[in-house]
Structure formats: structure tokens, C-alpha cells
């Protein structure tokens, strides 16, 4: 095969890998002597370059993979070894190339923070854990990297570590991925419980082990092992609850919000390529071991999903948890496209969502840099997050309102935009997959074309509220009003994620998601026939719900005539997330507080309390038998000691050798003798 420079793919992806590995590394020993972060931003661009070599090798060519031996157990041995395929290339290529403007863009957006010199390390890191993990070739590496993923974005959320509210975000986010690393691992045991292997490869290969599975009289059997049918559902699970937890499905969503808390260029890093879309790629990658049960769960949950973030994004009013929402409810989408067996359009979705995703958090962040130099300008206190305290700043900062209507354009799925290719994929398939199903499961479809309104509507809000009518704070500040444009250094990756928005870099017909190069790459044969009125229908229908509700939005929020009560219960119910956090606050983590307070009471109550009794009881035990081995036993012995020592002495003091003695023993002998006669 040739080759791109006559460099295998896999050398040019290890080269991929190793660059923010080392600028880890050198920034780790240098520490503060370099917070330029000039090294770090090469060695991502040259990640890059060289994910892009092996993206243009592999792509539609025959999957590679290399090992060299890790360790052997018994007559297994492990091996540490990459594969690149169709699927694995397109991740890497994805998040390097987010990278690349989230690390020009930090430049600008954190050079006077004092620990800059931790930012650079600790993006680096992130960067070397997440394109680890796309290229690995056998899940227990892949749960390796899962697991260093987990661990860089608890340093990068808690980055302001004196913030008690970034100390409490990154600890959140990373007890909620425990849970879901559980599952993970419990499901690579089971996997290797039934093939013996863990290989990519071995198991999902044209001729692996699992096309070799069947059921048969409720087992599941495989070559290697036989063991009942539920295992293979409970196999699905129990890797969607690691999916869950990564890629923030409800219920286990409940961190991504409060991850905000770290800079804003780490959270557009992590919402567009990265942490959150490991649970869709890791869905992706074990597509085939799913069942129907697994896959309807996915569907159930990502709708669930998709529904629930969309709702509670309608009432936010930090700029970044709307955005945070939004990406939760993006997920959901992605979820339901594996869920109805779609994974092509869902890894589509996921790409088209990184780069707007990642625009609106850098538009988000530039807003919010400079609605904090206002802050600080104007010495006045206000949350510079807050749309409350934001409006007409179109005037102050077009190019951030151009570029951020761009992003929200293609959010809401707007045509000519990317996310009008990707969105539509994923409405239309599952409609199609609803008309082979049932009445009942159409209940998926409208529900995701309900949820892309609401999309558009809480998305226009945070342009109308940001961007139009007047600065709300105007009359706090008078006429000091300090805002501009941001620095070019934010505003070029600004601009390059722009013009990945629109439809030309995913696909060259406009309106047809089937003619993208993705999706032709990712080819997936769909278990049911194409509706061709679905796929005129649906993107005229959200199209026009689209444009209904932001003329409705231009009324409520731009011209100010609002007609709601906003204090009324489903506001509350929107803005407080349903609840969720109090509710998990009393009833779970409550509960367990409580639980743990009568562990320890009984612990040291009632176990504590028995053994120290117990204790107390063998103490005086021991006295009493000391003072009865002391006085009763020693003193009999003593006793019987001292009677024979007297009797040896009296027996012994006659024996003197003196006759004398001799005859005055007789005669009293006798004397005693006759006295006994006389007597008796």
C-alpha cells in the first residue's frame, strides 16, 4: 500500500499520540519557568498533521493494526497495540483538530492567569488520554485511557482549585464517572469471562468472535464459552452505564452543568470532541455486541435525555450551562441514533456538533471575558455569565455575534448548516425505524422533532437576550461602558470553526445527508426502508418551527414583550433542572450520609461497645484468675511446701549423730508407749 510520505499509519499515529504526551511531560519538569504554552500549541498542531496523515491513509482502506506483547496470565497474553480503521482515524482526526483552535484560542483567552503554566500541562494531558483512547486496539486499554480521560478533566474543571464551587464541580463529575467506569469494567469482564479475548480485532472483526455467537435454548454461546442468554443483555448495560455517565445521559448528566465551572476553553474542549463524545464513540465501537433490549434502552434513555436538557436549557440564565444543556441534549440525539441502529448518523452528528459546539463555547467565553474586564473596569458587582446583565452587545462585538448566530444556526439545524445534515440523519432514520416497529415507538421521532424546536427556541433566546436590545446594566454603569471586540487571537479559531459550520466540509449536496463523505465511510446497512415523504416532511417541519419560534423569541426577548410569569413553577422547574440536584441531595446523598451516621454509631455504639465489654469481661477474668493462681493455687502449693519443709526440719533435727540424743528418743518413745498401754 502507499503510503502518505512512505510513513505507515501507524507510526504517523503514534507520533499523533506521543506530541501532547510530551509537551505533558515538559511542561510537568519546566513548570512555571514556560507558561507561553508555545510548546503545547505545536505539539498539538503537529498532532494534527499527523492525525491527518493517517486519516487520509486509512480512511476506506483495509483496517490496520499492530500489538507487541504487554503481559501474559496463565496461557493468556495482553498486548498494547493501536487500530486504525474508518471509524478510529475519523476520532483522531476530530479531536486534534478541535484541539488546535481551543489551544490558539487559550493563548489569548488565559495568559494572565498565575497558574497558566498547570493549564498547559493539564490540557496536554487530556489531549494524549482522549487520542489514546480512540486508536486503542483491546478494551482494556481503551478503559485505561477512559479512566486518564476521567482524571484530566477533574484537573481541568477544578483548575481554579481556591473556588470552592470548581473543587465541589470536579469532584461531582468525577464520583458520577465512577459509577459509570463500573460498568465498563463489569462489562470487559464478562467479555472476557465468554471469548477469552479482548481484542477489538478477535471479537469484532468480519470473522471475530461475535459474528460467531449465537443463542440457542437461552444461551449464549460463543466459541470460547457458554453461559445464559441475560448476560448478553446485561453485557449491553453494563457498558452503556460507562456511555451513560462519560457522555452525561439522564440521570447521570447532573455533572456536566456544574463542570462549568472550569475555563471556558476547557468546557468547549470537552462538550465538542472529547470527554462526552468517548460514551458515543465507545457505543459506536461496540455496535454489534448490543441486542434489541440494549438498543431500545439506548433509545428510551437518549430521549429521555435529548427531552429533559432541552427543557431545562428553556430556563437558564448562565450563558454557559444553556450551552451545557444543549450539548446534554445533543448527546441524547446521538444515543437515540445508536439506539435505533444508526450509529453512522450518530458518529455524523457527533462531528458536526463538535465544531458549532465548540464555536458557541469560545463565543460564550469571549462574552464572558469581556463582560468581566467590564466588571472589573466599572468596579461594579454583577455576574458577567449571567444574560440577565448582557443585551445589545451586536454592537460592542459584531464579529462574536456574527460567529455565534453562525453556531447557533447550525445548532438549531438550519438549512445550508452542518447541523441540518447531521440533525436530519438522526429525526429521519428513527422515523423510518418507528414505521417498522409500531404505533407506540413513533412516540421517539416526535418527541426528537419537538426537542429540535425547543433547540431552536432556547438557543434564539441566548441570542435575542446576549446580543439585542440594550446593555441591561447600562444604568449601573452610566457611561463607562468599557466592551470591544475580542483580541484576534480568539477570534481566528473563532473563525475557522465558522466556516466548518456550514455544509460544504461534510457534504457537497445541501439538503441530502446521504451524499456525506461520513456517512458513506461509516456505511451501515439500516434494518428498514427509506421513507421518502420523511425526508421531505421533517426538514421543512423544522425548518418552519425553527423560524416560528425565534420570530416568537425576537418578540419575547429583543422587543421585551414577555408574557409569561417567570416565576411560575415550569420556569422554576426549567431553571432548577427539574429538581434533580435537590432531589439527589436529599434522597441519595442524605440518605447515605444518614446510612453512614448509623454505620458509625453502630460501629462504635454497638460493635465498639460489645467488643469493648467483651474486653472488659476477659480483663476481670484474667485478674480473678490471677488472684486465684496467686493466693489459692501458689498458696497451697506454698503451703504443702512449708508443712513438709517443717516436717523435713522436725524429722531431720533428732538426726545429729549425738547418742544422747539417740537414747533420749527411745526412752520418750517408750514413755509414750506405756502412757498408751496404761491408757487404752
Not at 448476560?231 to 460507562?242: E, K, N, P, Q, S
Not at 453556531?407 to 418507528?434: H, M, N, Q, R, V
Given at each position: 500500500?502507499?503510503?502518505?510520505?512512505?510513513?505507515?499509519?501507524?507510526?504517523?499515529?503514534?507520533?499523533?499520540?506521543?506530541?501532547?504526551?510530551?509537551?505533558?511531560?515538559?511542561?510537568?519538569?519546566?513548570?512555571?519557568?514556560?507558561?507561553?504554552?508555545?510548546?503545547?500549541?505545536?505539539?498539538?498542531?503537529?498532532?494534527?498533521?499527523?492525525?491527518?496523515?493517517?486519516?487520509?491513509?486509512?480512511?476506506?482502506?483495509?483496517?490496520?493494526?499492530?500489538?507487541?506483547?504487554?503481559?501474559?496470565?496463565?496461557?493468556?497474553?495482553?498486548?498494547?497495540?493501536?487500530?486504525?480503521?474508518?471509524?478510529?482515524?475519523?476520532?483522531?482526526?476530530?479531536?486534534?483538530?478541535?484541539?488546535?483552535?481551543?489551544?490558539?484560542?487559550?493563548?489569548?483567552?488565559?495568559?494572565?492567569?498565575?497558574?497558566?503554566?498547570?493549564?498547559?500541562?493539564?490540557?496536554?494531558?487530556?489531549?494524549?488520554?482522549?487520542?489514546?483512547?480512540?486508536?486503542?486496539?483491546?478494551?482494556?486499554?481503551?478503559?485505561?485511557?477512559?479512566?486518564?480521560?476521567?482524571f484530566a478533566s477533574y484537573l481541568l474543571i477544578g483548575f481554579w482549585y481556591t473556588k470552592d464551587a470548581a473543587v465541589q464541580a470536579n469532584k461531582k463529575a468525577f464520583l458520577v464517572n465512577r459509577i459509570g467506569d463500573l460498568g465498563f469494567l463489569i462489562g470487559i469482564a464478562i467479555v472476557y469471562a465468554q471469548f477469552g479475548s479482548l481484542n477489538l480485532v478477535n471479537l469484532f472483526g468480519n470473522d471475530g468472535l461475535i459474528a460467531n455467537t449465537s443463542i440457542e435454548n437461552g444461551l449464549w454461546i460463543s466459541p470460547h464459552n457458554s453461559m445464559d442468554a441475560i448476560w448478553?443483555?446485561?453485557?449491553?448495560?453494563?457498558?452503556?452505564?460507562?456511555?451513560?455517565?462519560?457522555?452525561?445521559?439522564?440521570?447521570?448528566?447532573?455533572?456536566?452543568?456544574?463542570?462549568?465551572?472550569?475555563?471556558?476553553?476547557?468546557?468547549?474542549?470537552?462538550?465538542?470532541?472529547?470527554?462526552?463524545?468517548?460514551?458515543?464513540?465507545?457505543?459506536?465501537?461496540?455496535?454489534?455486541?448490543?441486542?434489541?433490549?440494549?438498543?431500545?434502552?439506548?433509545?428510551?434513555?437518549?430521549?429521555?435525555?435529548?427531552?429533559?436538557?432541552?427543557?431545562?436549557?428553556?430556563?437558564?440564565?448562565?450563558?454557559?450551562?444553556?450551552?451545557?444543556?444543549?450539548?446534554?441534549?445533543?448527546?441524547?440525539?446521538?444515543?437515540?441514533?445508536?439506539?435505533?441502529?444508526?450509529?453512522?448518523?450518530?458518529?455524523?452528528?457527533?462531528?458536526?456538533?463538535?465544531?458549532?459546539?465548540?464555536?458557541?463555547?469560545?463565543?460564550?467565553?469571549?462574552?464572558?471575558?469581556?463582560?468581566?474586564?467590564?466588571?472589573?473596569?466599572?468596579?461594579?458587582?454583577?455576574?458577567?455569565?449571567?444574560?440577565?446583565?448582557?443585551?445589545?452587545?451586536?454592537?460592542?462585538?459584531?464579529?462574536?455575534?456574527?460567529?455565534?448566530?453562525?453556531?447557533?444556526?447550525?445548532?438549531?439545524?438550519?438549512?445550508?448548516?452542518?447541523?441540518?445534515?447531521?440533525?436530519?440523519?438522526?429525526?429521519?432514520?428513527?422515523?423510518?425505524?418507528?414505521?417498522?416497529?409500531?404505533?407506540?415507538?413513533?412516540?421517539?421521532?416526535?418527541?426528537?422533532?419537538?426537542?429540535?424546536?425547543?433547540?431552536?427556541?432556547?438557543?434564539?433566546?441566548?441570542?435575542?437576550?446576549?446580543?439585542?436590545?440594550?446593555?441591561?446594566?447600562?444604568?449601573?454603569?452610566?457611561?463607562?461602558?468599557?466592551?470591544?471586540?475580542?483580541?484576534?487571537?480568539?477570534?481566528?479559531?473563532?473563525?475557522?470553526?465558522?466556516?466548518?459550520?456550514?455544509?460544504?466540509?461534510?457534504?457537497?449536496?445541501?439538503?441530502?445527508?446521504?451524499?456525506?463523505?461520513?456517512?458513506?465511510?461509516?456505511?451501515?446497512?439500516?434494518?428498514?426502508?427509506?421513507?421518502?415523504?420523511?425526508?421531505?416532511?421533517?426538514?421543512?417541519?423544522?425548518?418552519?418551527?425553527?423560524?416560528?419560534?425565534?420570530?416568537?423569541?425576537?418578540?419575547?426577548?429583543?422587543?421585551?414583550?414577555?408574557?409569561?410569569?417567570?416565576?411560575?413553577?415550569?420556569?422554576?422547574?426549567?431553571?432548577?433542572?427539574?429538581?434533580?440536584?435537590?432531589?439527589?441531595?436529599?434522597?441519595?446523598?442524605?440518605?447515605?450520609?444518614?446510612?453512614?451516621?448509623?454505620?458509625?454509631?453502630?460501629?462504635?455504639?454497638?460493635?465498639?461497645?460489645?467488643?469493648?465489654?467483651?474486653?472488659?469481661?476477659?480483663?476481670?477474668?484474667?485478674h480473678l484468675s490471677h488472684w486465684l493462681d496467686k493466693h489459692i493455687v501458689d498458696g497451697i502449693v506454698n503451703a504443702i511446701g512449708k508443712f513438709a519443709l517443717l516436717l523435713g526440719t522436725f524429722v531431720r533435727s533428732p538426726q545429729n549423730g549425738r547418742l544422747q540424743t539417740y537414747l533420749y528418743s527411745v526412752f520418750l518413745l517408750v514413755i509414750v508407749g506405756l502412757i498408751y498401754l496404761l491408757l487404752r
Amino acid at each position: 500500500m502507499n503510503y502518505l510520505f512512505d510513513i505507515s499509519p501507524i507510526n504517523t499515529a503514534l507520533f499523533a499520540l506521543a506530541m501532547p504526551l510530551l509537551a505533558f511531560l515538559y511542561q510537568a519538569v519546566v513548570g512555571k519557568k514556560d507558561q507561553s504554552g508555545l510548546v503545547g500549541t505545536a505539539a498539538i498542531i503537529l498532532s494534527f498533521i499527523f492525525s491527518l496523515i493517517t486519516f487520509l491513509d486509512v480512511w476506506n482502506a483495509m483496517p490496520l493494526s499492530s500489538e507487541i506483547r504487554w503481559f501474559t496470565i496463565g496461557n493468556t497474553t495482553f498486548t498494547v497495540g493501536l487500530l486504525l480503521n474508518n471509524l478510529s482515524s475519523l476520532m483522531l482526526l476530530l479531536v486534534s483538530t478541535i484541539a488546535v483552535p481551543v489551544h490558539i484560542y487559550s493563548k489569548s483567552y488565559m495568559h494572565d492567569d498565575t497558574g497558566i503554566h498547570r493549564y498547559w500541562m493539564y490540557l496536554s494531558l487530556f489531549c494524549f488520554a482522549m487520542l489514546g483512547l480512540v486508536i486503542m486496539n483491546n478494551l482494556l486499554l481503551m478503559y485505561v485511557f477512559w479512566e486518564l480521560v476521567g482524571f484530566a478533566s477533574y484537573l481541568l474543571i477544578g483548575f481554579w482549585y481556591t473556588k470552592d464551587a470548581a473543587v465541589q464541580a470536579n469532584k461531582k463529575a468525577f464520583l458520577v464517572n465512577r459509577i459509570g467506569d463500573l460498568g465498563f469494567l463489569i462489562g470487559i469482564a464478562i467479555v472476557y469471562a465468554q471469548f477469552g479475548s479482548l481484542n477489538l480485532v478477535n471479537l469484532f472483526g468480519n470473522d471475530g468472535l461475535i459474528a460467531n455467537t449465537s443463542i440457542e435454548n437461552g444461551l449464549w454461546i460463543s466459541p470460547h464459552n457458554s453461559m445464559d442468554a441475560i448476560w448478553l443483555t446485561i453485557t449491553g448495560l453494563a457498558f452503556f452505564l460507562g456511555a451513560m455517565a462519560k457522555s452525561a445521559q439522564f440521570p447521570l448528566h447532573v455533572w456536566l452543568p456544574d463542570a462549568m465551572e472550569g475555563p471556558t476553553s476547557v468546557s468547549s474542549l470537552i462538550h465538542a470532541a472529547t470527554m462526552v463524545a468517548a460514551g458515543v464513540f465507545l457505543m459506536s465501537t461496540l455496535f454489534p455486541l448490543f441486542n434489541e433490549t440494549v438498543l431500545l434502552t439506548i433509545a428510551i434513555i437518549g430521549t429521555i435525555t435529548a427531552t429533559t436538557a432541552a427543557y431545562f436549557a428553556l430556563g437558564q440564565y448562565d450563558i454557559k450551562k444553556i450551552l451545557a444543556f444543549s450539548t446534554i441534549s445533543q448527546l441524547g440525539y446521538m444515543m437515540v441514533g445508536i439506539g435505533i441502529g444508526t450509529w453512522d448518523a450518530a458518529m455524523f452528528h457527533l462531528l458536526t456538533h463538535a465544531f458549532f459546539k465548540c464555536l458557541l463555547f469560545l463565543c460564550a467565553g469571549a462574552v464572558i471575558h469581556e463582560m468581566a474586564h467590564l466588571k472589573a473596569h466599572s468596579k461594579h458587582d454583577f455576574d458577567p455569565q449571567d444574560l440577565r446583565n448582557m443585551g445589545g452587545l451586536r454592537h460592542y462585538m459584531p464579529q462574536t455575534f456574527v460567529l455565534m448566530t453562525v453556531a447557533s444556526l447550525a445548532l438549531a439545524g438550519f438549512p445550508l448548516t452542518s447541523g441540518y445534515l447531521s440533525k436530519d440523519s438522526i429525526i429521519i432514520s428513527a422515523f423510518e425505524w418507528a414505521s417498522t416497529k409500531g404505533a407506540l415507538f413513533q412516540i421517539v421521532p416526535v418527541t426528537l422533532i419537538i426537542v429540535s424546536i425547543m433547540t431552536s427556541f432556547y438557543i434564539g433566546r441566548l441570542i435575542f437576550k446576549a446580543f439585542f436590545s440594550e446593555l441591561r446594566i447600562k444604568n449601573l454603569l452610566g457611561s463607562s461602558i468599557h466592551l470591544s471586540e475580542s483580541p484576534k487571537l480568539m477570534l481566528w479559531p473563532m473563525y475557522f470553526l465558522g466556516i466548518c459550520c456550514f455544509f460544504p466540509l461534510f457534504s457537497i449536496n445541501p439538503i441530502s445527508y446521504h451524499d456525506s463523505w461520513i456517512m458513506d465511510g461509516l456505511l451501515v446497512d439500516y434494518p428498514y426502508e427509506a421513507n421518502h415523504l420523511a425526508h421531505l416532511v421533517i426538514p421543512v417541519l423544522l425548518t418552519v418551527g425553527a423560524l416560528s419560534v425565534w420570530i416568537l423569541g425576537w418578540k419575547w426577548y429583543a422587543k421585551g414583550q414577555y408574557p409569561l410569569n417567570e416565576n411560575s413553577l415550569a420556569n422554576r422547574l426549567s431553571l432548577h433542572q427539574g429538581y434533580l440536584n435537590s432531589f439527589n441531595e436529599t434522597i441519595i446523598v442524605n440518605s447515605i450520609l444518614k446510612l453512614s451516621a448509623l454505620s458509625y454509631w453502630l460501629d462504635r455504639n454497638i460493635v465498639d461497645g460489645f467488643i469493648h465489654s467483651l474486653t472488659k469481661l476477659i480483663q476481670q477474668l484474667a485478674h480473678l484468675s490471677h488472684w486465684l493462681d496467686k493466693h489459692i493455687v501458689d498458696g497451697i502449693v506454698n503451703a504443702i511446701g512449708k508443712f513438709a519443709l517443717l516436717l523435713g526440719t522436725f524429722v531431720r533435727s533428732p538426726q545429729n549423730g549425738r547418742l544422747q540424743t539417740y537414747l533420749y528418743s527411745v526412752f520418750l518413745l517408750v514413755i509414750v508407749g506405756l502412757i498408751y498401754l496404761l491408757l487404752r
